[in-house]
Structure formats: C-alpha cells, structure tokens
C-alpha cells in the first residue's frame, strides 16, 4: 500500500490523514491536546500540539499497517513557538490582529520577547516537525517573504529531514515542508483554476477566490495559489464557527441539536438576524471593536431562531467579502472544516452567494492539503508553484444548487446596513467620529 500523510494541528485537535497516489482518503484519525482546557486564551502548550500530532499520526499508521514514503505537517498559523520552550502565542492572541500575516507573527515574538527576552521563534508545524525529526526549518508558501527569526527558509513540499523513531512514529520517513491550515485548504479545495472560491470553515471562516493573475488589485489579502498564473484574493473573518459553538454554550444545546433546530425554522429565522462579531471582525470590516449583535428578538423566538440567523449571518458575512472584491467571478464555492458537515449550512451558503456549493467528502482540507505537500516531496506530483492549474488530485465532492431567494437578498441587505450603522454608533462612542 502506497501512502502519504498529512497532518493539519488545527485549534480543537489534530487531524492525520492518509492518500494514495491517485488522491484518495483511506483512513483519517484525530489527535487531542492534553491540558488545552487549562491553556490561557490566545496561548498554548507546543507539547500538547506534539502529543496529538503522534497519537493521530500511529492511530493511522496502525489501522493501515503501511509505511508512509512521506509525511508533512501544516497547521494554524500564524502562531509562534519559543525556540527555547514556553507558551506558544497563537492566532487567537490579540497581538497583531490587525495586520497581516507577517505582521502578526512578529507581534506574537514581541510578546514572547516581553516575557523571556530575545527569543527565536517558530511557526508551530516547523516546530512539530523538528521535534520529530526534521532540519531546523521555516516552511513558506510561494511568494511569501522569509519570516526573519524564524529559522531558514524551506518550500512547502521541499524534503526537511527524516523522522528520527521518537514518539512512536517509524524512523526514516521523510520530513515535508507544510504551510498555514488556510493556503493548505485553498490547495486541496482546487483554488488552482480561476472561478472556484472556497470557504476553510473551523471556528473562523473567510472567503478566498482564484483569479487569473493581474485581477488581484484589492485592499484584502492575496497570495499565489498553487498554480502558475493564479493568484487567490479574499479576506478572513473572525468567529462563524465560533458564534455557534458561543449560542451552544449560552443554550446548553449541544451544536447537532441547534442545526436540527435550525431546520424547522423558515429563511429569514422570522425576522431575526445575527452580527456575528463576538470578537470584532476581519475582512470587510477590519474593526476589531465591533461585537455581536441579535436584531429583531421577541418572546416568538427561540433556541431554533437564533441557530438559523446564526448561520444566515455567516453566509451574509460571505457574501459582503464577495461584495467587497473586483468584479471576479465565482462559478463554484467549496465548503470545507465542521460547517461543511451541515447540508443546512451548506445549503444557506449555496442560496445566498446565489453559486454552487461543492462539499468535499473529506472536509478537513487542510490536512488534505498537507498531505498534497507530502505527496509532492514523495515525487507523486508537483511542489505548489511550478505547475498548471489541474495538475493535483482533490477530494471527491458532492454539490448543492443554489435556489435564489427575495428573503435572503432582503437579509443581506439588512445585514450590511445593521453592520454600517454598528460601525457608526461604535465611531461616535469612542469620539473618532468625523
């Protein structure tokens, strides 16, 4: 049996997955942090990322009984691990939100630096990765800049090393570069071909969309998607996932029986409608003041309601990225992480971008994606960056159509003047309004 795998070190748990050559899942197992209940917000125990990432990787490795010819590890990011041991800071840290990637990471090191000193750090996956093997290294994707302080720099897909027989794990198997959770999922979910979007799920969420390189002037993000003449352009948000895991929490529903609930409540959630801005927002907005709103609540709602507006929220947030970005289009939006196991979620999303939605059957694209830099260090195909689009397997795929609706036109229209005003009222409290 021919095997990589592909790990992503996501914020609940780790998840390993095996491919074989022509791109199918054969086994996935999922790996928990030990201690992350006592961990304080915005920071963490690398060890406990260590431990998931090997209780995941021998889990698969014993259902298989096979010898992967690679391995890689991506995951969350940014987020930085003190060379030196100590908390890591991570994506959730407050440090350098307001910024991008680079700037954040070297935001999350002044914090380090505050409390140890000079520090080195590192991207959590190089950390993981070194501990099981692998060269010092510091994984990019192409066209990022080098981190500086981060170590040196490898490709994503590049051979880093081999693993050394620690934690269980057999000794001799090569070591692959990763990358962040997000440019991992964009890979595995086929932003190599102008027109397909795709939203990463988890507890955030955001909108990234493949553009033919030259149509990325935007004031939002861009990178170089895995093939040669595309580029992605979009913008995350900061809490979709989240603002469901907050009602189960307030409810005491657990997340399953809210989405049942959901289902019996009509498009509109009855007037209802959700800002889902418990921690500010990114893209658009970018105003990381901004907090979640429920608009229209009477005594007629219920736990029902507010689930649906939930999730009616999270497609409008969407949609205003969409909104919010040159004139490209869309012709496909894949759904990926634990949103994407809702066919609700999923459906709500389809109707309000007014696009199909395509639903991989492995929805941890991450992983699925390290496993594509895993297969590229193995030779099975491309590194990211030095091929046309089409050239790597994805997952197969199931696809909802969209059915237009006033009612939902009528909500996003609502949603973003809500939104707007928010940011007025926000502006005049805090006098920095013109």
């Known amino acids: 049996m021919r095997v990589v795998v592909g790990v992503d070190v996501g914020s609940g748990s780790a998840r390993a997955i095996a491919v074989d050559p022509d791109g199918r899942v054969l086994a996935a197992r999922t790996g928990a942090y030990p201690g992350a209940e006592e961990w304080p917000e915005g920071r963490a125990d690398p060890r406990g990322w260590l431990t998931g990432v090997a209780d995941a990787v021998n889990g698969l490795l014993d259902t298989l009984g096979a010898r992967p010819e690679a391995i890689c590890v991506g995951g969350q990011s940014p987020t930085t691990v003190p060379v030196g041991g100590g908390l890591a800071v991570t994506v959730r840290h407050p440090a350098g939100s307001t910024g991008g990637p680079d700037d954040q990471h070297y935001a999350q090191r002044a914090v380090l630096a505050a409390e140890l000193g000079e520090v080195e750090g590192r991207q959590l996956y190089d950390w993981v990765s070194a501990r099981l093997g692998a060269a010092d290294a510091q994984a990019r994707w192409p066209g990022d800049a080098t981190l ?201 999303k389809a109707d309000v971008l007014e696009v199909p939605v395509e639903v991989p059957t492995e929805t941890g694209l991450a992983a699925y994606g390290a496993a594509l830099a895993a297969g590229a260090g193995a030779g099975w195909w491309p590194m990211p960056g030095r091929a046309e689009g089409g050239a790597w397997p994805r997952p197969a795929a199931t696809t909802i159509h969209p059915s237009p609706s006033r009612v939902y036109r009528d909500g996003y229209r609502r949603f973003l003047a809500l939104g707007d005003a928010a940011e007025r009222r926000l502006a005049a409290t805090s006098g920095k309004q013109e």
């Not at 051979?159 to 570069?177: I, N, R, S």
């Not at 861009?222 to 900061?238: C, E, H, T």
């Not at 005594?299 to 990225?321: C, D, F, K, N, P």
């Open 148 to 348: 500086d302080g981060y170590g040196p720099r490898a490709e994503t897909g590049e051979v880093v090393g081999h693993t050394d027989g620690t934690l269980g794990l057999p000794a001799g198997v090569p070591l692959v570069a990763g990358a962040q959770d997000a440019y991992l999922a964009f890979w595995a979910g086929g932003l190599d071909l102008p027109g397909r979007a795709l939203d990463p799920g988890g507890r955030t969420g955001g909108l990234a969309v493949a553009v033919k390189a030259g149509d990325e002037q935007t004031d939002m993000y861009s990178l170089r998607s895995p093939a040669i003449g595309v580029d992605i352009i979009g913008g995350p948000v900061n809490g979709h996932g989240l603002m469901l895991e907050w009602l189960s929490r307030t409810t005491g529903r657990a997340i399953p029986e809210l989405l049942r609930l959901a289902e019996e409540v009509p498009e509109g959630a009855d007037g209802l409608l959700i800002l889902p801005y418990l921690e500010g927002e990114r893209a658009p907005r970018w105003n990381r003041e901004l907090r979640a709103e429920i608009v229209g609540l009477s005594s007629a709602h219920g736990s029902g309601h507010l689930a649906r507006a939930v999730l009616e929220a999270t497609a409008y947030g969407l949609r205003h990225i969409a909104d919010s970005l040159p004139p490209v289009p869309i012709d496909t939006l894949v759904c990926a992480g634990g949103p994407a196991s809702s066919p609700l979620w999923c459906k709500i």
